[in-house]
Antibody, heavy 122, light 108 residues
Framework: QVQLVESGGGVVQPGRSLRLSCAASGFTFSSYAMHWVRQAPAKGLEWVAVIWHDGSRQYYADSVKGRFTISRDSSKNTLYLQMDSLRAEDTALYYC???????????????WGQGTLVTVSS | EIVMTQSPATLSVSPGERATLSCTASQSVSTKLAWYQQKPGQAPRLLIYDASTRATGIPARFSGSGSGTEFTLTISSLQSEDFAVFYCQQYNNWPPLTFGGGTKVEIK
């Protein structure tokens, strides 16, 4: 069965960095684009970034562009999100999700992990 | 960026009744629309994609309709496990992917 397990969250001071990981299993990781989506406390869902199945393209929300970097290691079946210059408004539960090709080349997520909490606070 | 607006913010429904949720896009998204369900403490669950296609394993009581800018998610007969927050999301013109603010379906 498809499993996505996020890790790496924690409490970090503003301006510092954090790297999130998402370990994938139960499917051919290298065949799927992958997303990061976040949810601030008691708020809705916000898309963060996507990476193509082969890592050839990455796209970001304007709110994180230039500060966050999405990457993947297919030899480890793992997705990453490097978060630099963190701000208080980045505080959220971060979910990784698998992007099935039937949603216009990966525009939706059919499986999601349980999330990892990032708190940016001094 | 396409803005997605959901209404109502909260819907109070009795078990066994029908629930109708609305989602409006600021410009046409064709049928490139997905619906998700999220229960407290859980990840989002894909219900519908391409506006009306149920995702794998989703019960037939969930149905989606619409195209262009107006979309509807209907739950034909609410079960106790259906009470949750529902989000719509467009993928016609992306990035960015954009979500609606959500509709909370609560027990009346």
């Amino acid at each position: 069965q498809v499993q996505l397990v996020e890790s790496g969250g924690g409490v970090v001071q503003p301006g510092r960095s954090l790297r999130l990981s998402c370990a994938a299993s139960g499917f051919t990781f290298s065949s799927y684009a992958m997303h990061w989506v976040r949810q601030a406390p008691a708020k809705g869902l916000e898309w963060v970034a996507v990476i193509w199945h082969d890592g050839s393209r990455q796209y970001y929300a304007d709110s994180v562009k230039g500060r966050f970097t999405i990457s993947r290691d297919s030899s480890k079946n793992t997705l990453y999100l490097q978060m630099d210059s963190l701000r208080a408004e980045d505080t959220a539960l971060y979910y990784c999700g698998r992007a099935p090709p039937h949603c216009s080349g990966g525009g939706c997520g059919d499986y999601w992990g349980q999330g990892t909490l990032v708190t940016v606070s001094s | 960026e396409i803005v997605m607006t959901q209404s109502p913010a909260t819907l109070s429904v009795s078990p066994g009744e029908r629930a109708t949720l609305s989602c409006t896009a600021s410009q046409s998204v064709s049928t490139k629309l997905a619906w998700y369900q999220q229960k407290p403490g859980q990840a989002p669950r894909l219900l519908i994609y391409d506006a009306s296609t149920r995702a794998t394993g989703i019960p037939a009581r969930f149905s989606g309709s619409g195209s262009g800018t107006e979309f509807t998610l209907t739950i034909s007969s609410l079960q106790s496990e259906d009470f949750a927050v529902f989000y719509c999301q467009q993928y016609n013109n992306w990035p960015p992917l954009t979500f609606g603010g959500g509709t909370k379906v609560e027990i009346k």
